[in-house]
């Protein structure tokens, strides 16, 4: 039986979606859902619906599993407790502090409904998270320690481009390979934010348009840039669409730790991704976690889920057997 996938939100990971789901034969798309005119969407896969997303209850029912597309700030604290009430769903929500409201406003409409939903399923939250809760399990005597990047943050670029007298900009989070080689040495290091990140940032600005006063303006940002050690450079339209298209990511979550009675022993234990497309990847993310969402529904497992809930031979399509011969 192939699992029915449907999408809402048609962007970039929407897209990554699409693409991921010709590579799992166990999953079709059934329909996609956009608040903009569907007449006005394209998509790569033939003989697909695209619908408006007020239409969307019309089809409970014909989804196996919802992929909600949205972004985290405010699409999908309304978008998935509202989807869960009529589809088994899945989402990126991937504002960290805010993710135990999100879970409990998720479970409650999941469980009204009767669905399994799942939420912040992606690289970090996601792999990243896994990865620290696994290192820590196995060494509670530590520290954890996360870097980002170097990459593309989508939300810091926007951050920029919202400024008076910016056309367009990229934000690049960099780790400084210093506080990186600290961490990796096992020395269990006490590093601060501006320790473990710069930023850097390519702007394209309107002509005449005051550079100094943008520079500064993105420098003492508070909650982007006042906190870092940041470089702005000032490109043209062409440079930036020739050299910062693409949407890169990756990042590195390290857990040191000690071992024996006096902690004599010290172990690193070290997961990394380098990404060449952070949606992308994020999607292959969400269609594996899509299948334990399918599963969990079939059993009648309702309510909302995470990452650390999912037993790992969920997320695949292969038998049980032959991940033991091949895997384990």
């Known amino acids: 039986m192939s699992i029915r996938i449907g999408i809402y939100g048609y962007g970039n990971l929407g897209r990554g979606v699409e693409s991921a789901i010709c590579q799992n034969p166990d999953m079709t798309l059934a329909a996609v859902f956009t608040r903009r005119d569907p007449a006005s969407v394209s998509l790569a896969t033939a003989d697909v619906p695209v619908v408006s997303a007020s239409d969307v209850e019309k089809y409970v029912g014909k989804i196996d599993v919802m992929i909600i597309c949205g972004g985290s700030a405010t699409d999908l604290p309304i978008q998935t407790p509202y989807l869960a009430k009529y589809f088994p769903v899945i989402d990126s929500f991937d504002t960290h502090a805010k993710i135990p409201d999100h879970f409990s406003n998720v479970d409650a409409a999941a469980k ?177 976690y899509a299948r334990a969402v399918f599963r969990l529904q079939n059993e009648g497992n309702f309510g909302c889920k995470t990452v650390f809930d999912i037993p790992p031979v969920y997320l695949s399509s292969k038998p049980l057997s032959e991940i033991i011969k091949n895997l384990l």
């Open 112 to 288: 009204e409904g009767k669905h399994t939903a799942m939420i912040s399923v992606g690289w970090d939250p996601g792999m990243f998270s896994l990865s620290r809760f696994y290192a820590s399990a196995i060494l509670p005597d530590g520290e954890d320690y996360t870097f980002w990047g170097k990459g593309v943050s989508q939300g810091h670029s926007d951050a920029i481009r919202r400024i008076d007298g910016v056309l367009d900009a990229k934000q690049y989070t960099v780790p400084v390979q210093e506080a990186l080689n600290a961490v990796r040495s096992g020395s269990a290091p006490k590093l601060t934010t501006r320790q473990k990140h710069t930023r850097e940032c390519f702007v394209v600005a309107k002509p005449g348009a005051d550079l100094k006063r943008i520079e500064n303006e993105i420098k003492t940002m508070p909650n982007y840039f006042a906190d870092y050690d940041t470089t702005v450079h000032f490109i043209s339209m062409e440079e930036l669409k020739r050299d910062h298209s693409e949407i890169p990511h990756g990042g590195f979550v390290i857990r040191t730790g000690r071992t024996g009675k006096n902690g004599d022993h010290r172990h690193v234990i070290e997961y990394s991704l380098k990404l060449d497309s952070n949606p992308e990847f994020t999607s292959s993310v969400l269609i594996a």
